[in-house]
């Protein structure tokens, strides 16, 4: 069964940059594909960022557009995110997810937060 863990949140200031990394244990990331996605307070889980198993094909949503940068590792089973650029509205609970390209099983860690002071 895959585990993936996050880790790198922190409290930063507005423009500051942190890097998120999700290790995954329990099996290989393989051809999975990843993503990051956020929770804001009062809002629903939304999607920010995904990248495909053999990492050719990246995928944002518009509000990080050109500030965050997905990337993976397969040979440390971990996948990345870069976050420039940090603004307030960046705040909030960041979680990995891997979804299983046999059979879209998808997997969660357990989030890690993300605080951008103004």
């Known amino acids: 069964q895959l585990q993936l863990t996050e880790s790198g949140g922190g409290l930063v200031q507005a423009g500051d940059s942190l890097r998120l990394s999700c290790a995954a244990s329990g099996s290989t990331l393989g051809t999975h594909v990843m993503a990051w996605f956020r929770q804001t307070s009062g809002n629903e889980r939304e999607f920010v960022t995904a990248?495909?198993?053999?990492?050719?094909?990246?995928y944002h949503a518009e509000s990080v557009r050109g500030r965050f940068t997905i990337s993976r590792d397969n040979t440390k089973n971990t996948v990345y995110l870069q976050m420039n650029s940090l603004k307030p509205e960046d705040t909030g609970v960041y979680y990995c997810?891997?979804?299983?390209?046999?059979?879209?099983?998808?997997?969660w860690g357990q989030g890690t937060q993300v605080t951008v002071s103004s």
């Open positions: 997810n891997a979804v299983r390209s046999r059979d879209f099983v998808d997997f």
């Open positions: 990248i495909s198993g053999n990492g050719a094909n990246r």
